[in-house]
Protein backbone atom coordinates (compact mmCIF):
# COMPACT_ATOMS: atom_id res chain seq x y z
CA UNK A 1 0.00 0.00 0.00
CA UNK A 2 1.65 3.44 -1.23
CA UNK A 3 3.12 5.16 1.90
CA UNK A 4 1.80 9.03 2.43
CA UNK A 5 3.76 12.24 3.03
CA UNK A 6 4.08 13.42 6.05
CA UNK A 7 0.77 13.90 8.10
CA UNK A 8 -0.79 16.87 9.72
CA UNK A 9 -0.90 16.19 13.74
CA UNK A 10 -4.45 17.01 13.90
CA UNK A 11 -5.02 13.95 11.92
CA UNK A 12 -2.33 11.99 13.59
CA UNK A 13 -4.34 12.55 17.09
CA UNK A 14 -7.64 11.10 15.23
CA UNK A 15 -5.35 7.61 14.75
CA UNK A 16 -4.11 7.98 18.50
CA UNK A 17 -7.92 8.19 19.57
CA UNK A 18 -8.57 4.69 17.11
CA UNK A 19 -5.84 3.04 18.80
CA UNK A 20 -6.53 4.39 22.45
CA UNK A 21 -10.35 3.80 21.53
CA UNK A 22 -11.42 7.16 22.02
CA UNK A 23 -13.43 7.82 18.86
CA UNK A 24 -16.27 5.82 19.94
CA UNK A 25 -18.34 6.21 23.30
CA UNK A 26 -20.31 3.72 25.15
CA UNK A 27 -21.19 3.41 28.99
CA UNK A 28 -19.00 1.74 31.07
CA UNK A 29 -16.85 0.62 28.36
CA UNK A 30 -13.24 -0.24 28.67
CA UNK A 31 -11.40 1.62 26.29
CA UNK A 32 -10.55 -0.33 22.92
CA UNK A 33 -6.79 -0.99 23.37
CA UNK A 34 -7.80 -2.76 27.06
CA UNK A 35 -10.80 -4.54 26.00
CA UNK A 36 -9.44 -6.05 22.46
CA UNK A 37 -6.30 -7.23 24.94
CA UNK A 38 -8.49 -9.21 27.08
CA UNK A 39 -11.34 -10.48 24.69
CA UNK A 40 -11.31 -13.69 23.79
CA UNK A 41 -12.55 -12.74 20.36
CA UNK A 42 -9.49 -10.63 19.75
CA UNK A 43 -6.43 -11.37 17.19
CA UNK A 44 -4.16 -9.14 19.62
CA UNK A 45 -1.43 -12.09 19.36
CA UNK A 46 -1.60 -12.90 15.85
CA UNK A 47 0.77 -10.91 13.57
CA UNK A 48 -1.03 -11.51 10.69
CA UNK A 49 -2.05 -8.29 8.58
CA UNK A 50 -5.71 -7.27 9.36
CA UNK A 51 -7.22 -8.26 5.84
CA UNK A 52 -10.36 -5.63 4.81
CA UNK A 53 -12.04 -5.29 1.39
CA UNK A 54 -13.28 -2.36 -0.14
CA UNK A 55 -15.87 -1.90 -3.44
CA UNK A 56 -16.14 1.30 -4.86
CA UNK A 57 -16.17 2.64 -8.58
CA UNK A 58 -12.74 3.72 -9.60
CA UNK A 59 -13.63 3.34 -13.31
CA UNK A 60 -16.57 4.45 -15.33
CA UNK A 61 -19.71 7.04 -14.78
CA UNK A 62 -18.76 7.29 -10.88
CA UNK A 63 -14.82 7.03 -10.79
CA UNK A 64 -14.85 10.61 -9.13
CA UNK A 65 -16.86 9.53 -5.99
CA UNK A 66 -15.35 6.25 -5.86
CA UNK A 67 -11.69 8.02 -5.93
CA UNK A 68 -12.47 10.43 -2.72
CA UNK A 69 -13.78 6.95 -1.08
CA UNK A 70 -10.44 5.37 -1.77
CA UNK A 71 -8.34 8.52 -0.79
CA UNK A 72 -10.04 8.61 2.51
CA UNK A 73 -9.62 4.84 3.02
CA UNK A 74 -5.88 5.24 1.87
CA UNK A 75 -5.06 8.07 3.89
CA UNK A 76 -6.89 6.50 7.64
CA UNK A 77 -5.21 3.34 6.86
CA UNK A 78 -1.76 4.46 6.70
CA UNK A 79 -2.22 6.68 9.43
CA UNK A 80 -3.17 3.99 11.59
CA UNK A 81 -0.51 1.54 10.00
CA UNK A 82 2.30 4.35 11.11
CA UNK A 83 0.91 4.50 13.92
CA UNK A 84 1.31 0.90 14.86
CA UNK A 85 -1.82 -0.65 12.96
CA UNK A 86 -4.72 -2.06 15.58
CA UNK A 87 -3.78 -3.99 18.49
CA UNK A 88 -0.23 -4.32 17.15
CA UNK A 89 -1.16 -5.52 13.55
CA UNK A 90 -1.00 -3.96 10.37
CA UNK A 91 -4.09 -3.27 7.77
CA UNK A 92 -4.42 -4.69 4.64
CA UNK A 93 -6.97 -3.29 2.46
CA UNK A 94 -8.00 -4.39 -0.95
CA UNK A 95 -9.50 -2.09 -3.10
CA UNK A 96 -11.78 -3.41 -6.31
CA UNK A 97 -12.99 -1.35 -8.92
CA UNK A 98 -16.74 -1.87 -9.62
CA UNK A 99 -16.23 -0.27 -12.36
CA UNK A 100 -19.89 1.99 -11.89
CA UNK A 101 -21.26 -0.89 -12.68
CA UNK A 102 -23.60 -3.25 -10.46
CA UNK A 103 -23.10 -6.56 -12.37
CA UNK A 104 -19.13 -5.56 -11.76
CA UNK A 105 -19.91 -4.90 -8.15
CA UNK A 106 -21.50 -8.37 -7.69
CA UNK A 107 -17.93 -9.91 -8.89
CA UNK A 108 -15.74 -8.18 -6.92
CA UNK A 109 -18.18 -8.69 -4.07
CA UNK A 110 -17.38 -12.37 -3.92
CA UNK A 111 -14.03 -12.32 -4.38
CA UNK A 112 -14.01 -10.38 -1.52
CA UNK A 113 -15.70 -12.83 0.25
CA UNK A 114 -13.49 -15.47 -0.94
CA UNK A 115 -10.25 -13.84 0.10
CA UNK A 116 -11.28 -14.28 3.69
CA UNK A 117 -11.65 -10.19 4.67
CA UNK A 118 -13.54 -9.71 8.02
CA UNK A 119 -15.41 -6.51 6.87
CA UNK A 120 -15.94 -4.21 3.89
CA UNK A 121 -16.37 -0.90 2.73
CA UNK A 122 -19.27 -0.99 0.31
CA UNK A 123 -19.89 0.82 -2.83
CA UNK A 124 -20.95 4.63 -3.29
CA UNK A 125 -22.95 3.72 -6.47
CA UNK A 126 -26.12 2.96 -5.02
CA UNK A 127 -27.33 1.02 -7.45
CA UNK A 128 -24.07 -0.98 -7.11
CA UNK A 129 -25.23 -1.52 -3.33
CA UNK A 130 -27.84 -3.09 -3.62
CA UNK A 131 -26.10 -5.43 -6.19
CA UNK A 132 -23.92 -7.05 -3.56
CA UNK A 133 -26.08 -7.34 -0.41
CA UNK A 134 -27.09 -10.34 -0.67
CA UNK A 135 -24.25 -12.14 -0.98
CA UNK A 136 -22.29 -10.01 1.60
CA UNK A 137 -24.94 -10.97 3.89
CA UNK A 138 -25.27 -14.78 3.15
CA UNK A 139 -21.95 -14.59 4.04
CA UNK A 140 -21.99 -12.74 7.40
CA UNK A 141 -19.57 -10.38 6.58
CA UNK A 142 -19.93 -7.18 8.16
CA UNK A 143 -19.92 -4.14 5.59
CA UNK A 144 -20.84 -0.16 5.89
CA UNK A 145 -21.84 1.29 2.70
CA UNK A 146 -21.05 5.08 1.43
CA UNK A 147 -24.27 5.04 -0.41
CA UNK A 148 -27.12 6.71 0.06
CA UNK A 149 -30.15 3.71 -0.87
CA UNK A 150 -32.84 3.52 2.25
CA UNK A 151 -33.65 0.09 1.31
CA UNK A 152 -30.40 -1.09 2.46
CA UNK A 153 -30.84 -0.77 5.79
CA UNK A 154 -34.68 -0.44 5.50
CA UNK A 155 -35.87 -3.02 6.51
CA UNK A 156 -32.26 -3.83 8.45
CA UNK A 157 -30.31 -6.83 7.22
CA UNK A 158 -28.16 -7.45 10.03
CA UNK A 159 -25.00 -7.21 8.53
CA UNK A 160 -25.37 -4.12 6.43
CA UNK A 161 -24.52 -0.68 7.93
CA UNK A 162 -24.52 3.20 5.92
CA UNK A 163 -22.75 5.49 6.45
CA UNK A 164 -24.33 8.46 3.88
CA UNK A 165 -27.30 10.39 5.78
CA UNK A 166 -30.56 8.40 4.32
CA UNK A 167 -32.25 10.24 1.25
CA UNK A 168 -35.48 10.59 3.90
CA UNK A 169 -33.31 12.46 6.24
CA UNK A 170 -32.01 14.70 3.63
CA UNK A 171 -35.46 15.42 1.52
CA UNK A 172 -37.31 15.80 5.02
CA UNK A 173 -34.79 18.54 5.39
CA UNK A 174 -35.09 19.87 2.42
CA UNK A 175 -39.14 20.26 2.55
CA UNK A 176 -39.18 21.49 6.13
CA UNK A 177 -36.86 24.78 4.64
CA UNK A 178 -39.24 24.73 1.84
CA UNK A 179 -41.86 25.20 4.52
CA UNK A 180 -40.11 28.25 6.71
CA UNK A 181 -39.79 30.01 3.19
CA UNK A 182 -43.77 29.41 2.85
CA UNK A 183 -43.68 27.75 -0.07
CA UNK A 184 -46.38 25.11 -1.40
CA UNK A 185 -45.77 23.43 -4.66
CA UNK A 186 -43.23 22.02 -5.51
CA UNK A 187 -41.42 19.69 -8.64
CA UNK A 188 -39.45 17.14 -8.52
CA UNK A 189 -36.58 16.02 -11.00
CA UNK A 190 -34.85 13.02 -10.61
CA UNK A 191 -32.63 9.87 -11.92
CA UNK A 192 -33.87 6.58 -12.32
CA UNK A 193 -31.27 4.98 -10.61
CA UNK A 194 -31.34 3.42 -6.96
CA UNK A 195 -30.32 7.10 -5.29
CA UNK A 196 -33.18 8.94 -7.36
CA UNK A 197 -35.64 6.74 -6.84
CA UNK A 198 -34.99 6.84 -2.99
CA UNK A 199 -34.98 10.65 -2.87
CA UNK A 200 -38.10 10.82 -5.00
CA UNK A 201 -39.85 8.07 -2.47
CA UNK A 202 -39.13 9.70 0.37
CA UNK A 203 -40.53 13.22 -1.08
CA UNK A 204 -43.64 11.50 -2.08
CA UNK A 205 -43.91 9.61 1.12
CA UNK A 206 -43.34 13.11 3.48
CA UNK A 207 -44.53 16.33 0.84
CA UNK A 208 -47.61 16.43 2.89
CA UNK A 209 -46.19 16.93 6.34
CA UNK A 210 -44.82 20.03 4.81
CA UNK A 211 -47.55 21.66 3.53
CA UNK A 212 -46.09 20.74 0.47
CA UNK A 213 -48.15 19.36 -3.01
CA UNK A 214 -45.70 17.92 -5.97
CA UNK A 215 -47.10 19.35 -9.23
CA UNK A 216 -44.72 18.14 -11.58
CA UNK A 217 -42.39 15.15 -11.92
CA UNK A 218 -39.37 14.72 -14.19
CA UNK A 219 -37.60 11.57 -14.12
CA UNK A 220 -34.47 10.86 -16.71
CA UNK A 221 -32.35 8.46 -17.23
CA UNK A 222 -28.46 8.76 -15.94
CA UNK A 223 -26.90 8.77 -19.15
CA UNK A 224 -29.44 11.95 -20.44
CA UNK A 225 -27.29 15.39 -21.80
CA UNK A 226 -30.21 17.35 -21.95
CA UNK A 227 -32.83 18.31 -19.66
CA UNK A 228 -34.62 21.08 -21.61
CA UNK A 229 -38.30 19.21 -22.06
CA UNK A 230 -38.18 18.50 -18.78
CA UNK A 231 -37.40 21.67 -17.11
CA UNK A 232 -39.88 23.56 -19.83
CA UNK A 233 -42.56 21.48 -18.12
CA UNK A 234 -41.98 22.90 -14.57
CA UNK A 235 -41.48 25.99 -15.91
CA UNK A 236 -45.08 25.51 -16.89
CA UNK A 237 -46.10 23.87 -13.95
CA UNK A 238 -46.81 26.30 -11.52
CA UNK A 239 -44.01 24.59 -8.92
CA UNK A 240 -42.92 27.13 -6.64
CA UNK A 241 -39.44 25.14 -6.25
CA UNK A 242 -37.44 22.61 -7.65
CA UNK A 243 -36.03 19.48 -6.22
CA UNK A 244 -33.60 17.51 -8.47
CA UNK A 245 -32.31 14.32 -7.22
CA UNK A 246 -29.47 12.56 -8.21
CA UNK A 247 -25.94 11.54 -8.74
CA UNK A 248 -23.08 12.22 -11.30
CA UNK A 249 -23.01 14.66 -14.06
CA UNK A 250 -26.72 15.43 -14.68
CA UNK A 251 -26.81 18.03 -11.95
CA UNK A 252 -24.37 20.43 -13.80
CA UNK A 253 -26.43 20.46 -16.98
CA UNK A 254 -29.52 20.89 -15.10
CA UNK A 255 -28.32 23.66 -12.98
CA UNK A 256 -27.07 25.29 -16.30
CA UNK A 257 -30.31 24.23 -18.30
CA UNK A 258 -32.07 25.68 -15.36
CA UNK A 259 -30.80 29.27 -15.82
CA UNK A 260 -30.92 29.61 -19.39
CA UNK A 261 -34.77 28.24 -19.18
CA UNK A 262 -34.94 31.31 -17.58
CA UNK A 263 -36.52 29.84 -14.03
CA UNK A 264 -36.27 32.02 -11.00
CA UNK A 265 -38.07 29.59 -8.52
CA UNK A 266 -35.50 27.89 -6.02
CA UNK A 267 -33.59 25.20 -7.40
CA UNK A 268 -32.39 22.47 -4.60
CA UNK A 269 -30.07 19.55 -4.67
CA UNK A 270 -29.79 16.32 -2.65
CA UNK A 271 -26.33 15.46 -0.39
CA UNK A 272 -24.73 14.24 -4.19
CA UNK A 273 -24.17 17.76 -4.85
CA UNK A 274 -22.41 19.36 -1.63
CA UNK A 275 -19.22 19.23 -3.30
CA UNK A 276 -16.97 20.72 -5.87
CA UNK A 277 -17.28 18.33 -7.92
CA UNK A 278 -20.70 20.01 -8.88
CA UNK A 279 -20.06 23.35 -7.58
CA UNK A 280 -16.64 24.08 -9.73
CA UNK A 281 -18.57 22.87 -13.51
CA UNK A 282 -21.66 24.31 -12.66
CA UNK A 283 -19.67 27.88 -11.94
CA UNK A 284 -21.50 30.81 -11.55
CA UNK A 285 -25.02 29.35 -12.56
CA UNK A 286 -24.82 27.25 -9.28
CA UNK A 287 -25.24 30.63 -7.33
CA UNK A 288 -27.94 30.66 -5.16
CA UNK A 289 -28.75 26.95 -5.44
CA UNK A 290 -29.85 25.70 -2.16
CA UNK A 291 -28.14 21.78 -1.07
CA UNK A 292 -28.37 19.83 1.42
CA UNK A 293 -25.36 18.36 3.18
CA UNK A 294 -24.13 15.85 5.56
CA UNK A 295 -21.94 17.87 8.47
CA UNK A 296 -18.11 17.65 6.75
CA UNK A 297 -18.87 20.48 4.37
CA UNK A 298 -20.13 22.65 7.30
CA UNK A 299 -17.25 21.84 9.69
CA UNK A 300 -15.74 25.53 9.48
CA UNK A 301 -19.13 26.83 10.34
CA UNK A 302 -20.22 24.48 12.75
CA UNK A 303 -20.58 25.34 16.47
CA UNK A 304 -17.74 24.86 18.72
CA UNK A 305 -19.61 22.65 20.89
CA UNK A 306 -20.49 20.26 18.13
CA UNK A 307 -18.37 17.21 18.90
CA UNK A 308 -17.66 16.68 14.87
CA UNK A 309 -16.09 20.01 14.19
CA UNK A 310 -12.53 19.05 15.35
CA UNK A 311 -12.86 15.97 13.71
CA UNK A 312 -13.88 17.68 10.43
CA UNK A 313 -10.95 19.95 10.49
CA UNK A 314 -8.57 17.44 11.58
CA UNK A 315 -9.55 15.20 8.21
CA UNK A 316 -9.90 18.11 6.20
CA UNK A 317 -5.98 19.24 7.16
CA UNK A 318 -4.87 15.67 6.45
CA UNK A 319 -6.70 15.25 3.50
CA UNK A 320 -5.19 18.20 1.68
CA UNK A 321 -1.92 17.64 3.17
CA UNK A 322 -1.80 13.92 1.44
CA UNK A 323 -3.95 14.75 -1.82
CA UNK A 324 -2.85 18.58 -2.67
CA UNK A 325 -6.99 19.05 -2.79
CA UNK A 326 -10.33 19.33 -0.40
CA UNK A 327 -12.20 16.26 0.49
CA UNK A 328 -15.71 15.57 -1.06
CA UNK A 329 -18.99 14.62 0.43
CA UNK A 330 -18.13 10.71 -0.23
CA UNK A 331 -14.60 11.37 1.54
CA UNK A 332 -16.16 11.92 4.57
CA UNK A 333 -18.58 8.64 3.98
CA UNK A 334 -15.67 6.95 3.80
CA UNK A 335 -13.80 7.90 6.30
CA UNK A 336 -16.62 7.48 8.96
CA UNK A 337 -16.51 3.97 7.34
CA UNK A 338 -13.24 2.68 7.99
CA UNK A 339 -12.63 3.96 11.49
CA UNK A 340 -16.29 2.52 12.69
CA UNK A 341 -14.64 -0.87 11.17
CA UNK A 342 -11.00 0.13 12.30
CA UNK A 343 -12.77 0.67 16.22
CA UNK A 344 -14.54 -2.46 16.09
CA UNK A 345 -11.88 -4.38 15.38
CA UNK A 346 -9.69 -2.62 17.89
CA UNK A 347 -12.49 -3.91 20.71
CA UNK A 348 -13.06 -7.51 19.81
CA UNK A 349 -11.14 -8.84 16.99
CA UNK A 350 -11.27 -9.84 13.14
CA UNK A 351 -14.23 -12.03 13.75
CA UNK A 352 -17.02 -11.06 11.42
CA UNK A 353 -19.65 -11.97 13.58
CA UNK A 354 -17.85 -10.05 16.18
CA UNK A 355 -17.19 -6.99 14.31
CA UNK A 356 -20.80 -6.69 13.17
CA UNK A 357 -22.19 -6.97 17.23
CA UNK A 358 -19.66 -4.44 18.04
CA UNK A 359 -21.31 -2.30 15.51
CA UNK A 360 -24.66 -2.62 16.75
CA UNK A 361 -23.86 -1.29 19.63
CA UNK A 362 -21.36 1.51 17.92
CA UNK A 363 -22.22 5.84 18.75
CA UNK A 364 -19.17 7.27 16.81
CA UNK A 365 -18.61 10.95 16.34
CA UNK A 366 -17.35 11.28 12.53
CA UNK A 367 -17.04 14.03 10.24
CA UNK A 368 -20.58 12.89 8.73
CA UNK A 369 -22.22 13.70 12.49
CA UNK A 370 -22.77 11.10 15.41
CA UNK A 371 -23.85 8.17 14.73
CA UNK A 372 -26.00 5.42 16.62
CA UNK A 373 -26.72 2.15 15.30
CA UNK A 374 -28.31 -0.27 17.01
CA UNK A 375 -30.34 -3.70 16.16
CA UNK A 376 -32.66 -2.16 14.97
CA UNK A 377 -31.00 1.06 13.30
CA UNK A 378 -28.09 0.48 10.83
CA UNK A 379 -28.05 4.11 9.09
CA UNK A 380 -26.95 5.91 12.22
CA UNK A 381 -26.96 9.02 11.42
CA UNK A 382 -30.48 11.61 12.57
CA UNK A 383 -31.65 14.61 11.58
CA UNK A 384 -29.41 16.81 13.45
CA UNK A 385 -26.20 15.62 10.87
CA UNK A 386 -28.26 17.43 8.38
CA UNK A 387 -27.57 20.55 7.68
CA UNK A 388 -29.51 22.87 4.13
CA UNK A 389 -26.59 25.47 2.75
CA UNK A 390 -26.40 27.62 -0.09
CA UNK A 391 -24.10 28.06 -3.07
CA UNK A 392 -22.31 31.36 -2.64
CA UNK A 393 -19.30 32.92 -5.10
CA UNK A 394 -18.35 28.95 -5.49
CA UNK A 395 -18.62 28.08 -2.10
CA UNK A 396 -21.20 26.85 0.35
CA UNK A 397 -22.26 28.79 2.95
CA UNK A 398 -24.89 27.82 5.72
CA UNK A 399 -28.45 29.16 5.48
CA UNK A 400 -30.19 31.04 8.54
CA UNK A 401 -32.52 27.75 8.82
CA UNK A 402 -29.48 25.64 9.56
CA UNK A 403 -28.06 28.36 11.40
CA UNK A 404 -30.68 28.70 13.58
CA UNK A 405 -30.40 25.32 14.29
CA UNK A 406 -33.23 23.30 12.20
Given at each position: ??????????????????????????????????????????????????????????????????????????LIVD???????????????????????????????????????????????????????????????????????????????????????????????????????????????????????????????DAGK???????????????????????????????????????????????????????????????????????????????????????????????????????????????????????????????????????????????????????????????????????????????????????????????????GK
Amino acid sequence: MRRLATLAIGALALVAMLIAGCGSKSKATPTATSQAATSPTSAATSTEPIKLGMITSLTGNFSVLGQFDRNAVQLIVDQVNKAGGVNGRKVDVQILDDQSNPTQAAVVARQLISSGVSAIVGPVFSSNCLAVLDAVEAAKIPMITTCASDSQVNPVRPYIFMAPPTAGIVADKLMAYLQAKGLTKIAVIHDTTEFGKAGWDAIKRDAGKYGLTVVDEEPYDITATSFVPGLTHVKNSGAQALISWGAGPPAVTITKEFRQLGLTIPLLFSHAQASPLYIKPAGSAADGVIVGTSLGAMGQYLPDGNPSKSVILAFDKAYEAAYNGAPAEFAYDAYGAIHMILNAIAKVGTNPQAIQKQLEQTTFVSTDGTYHYSATNHAGLGPDAVWVARVQNGQMVPTNFSKNGK
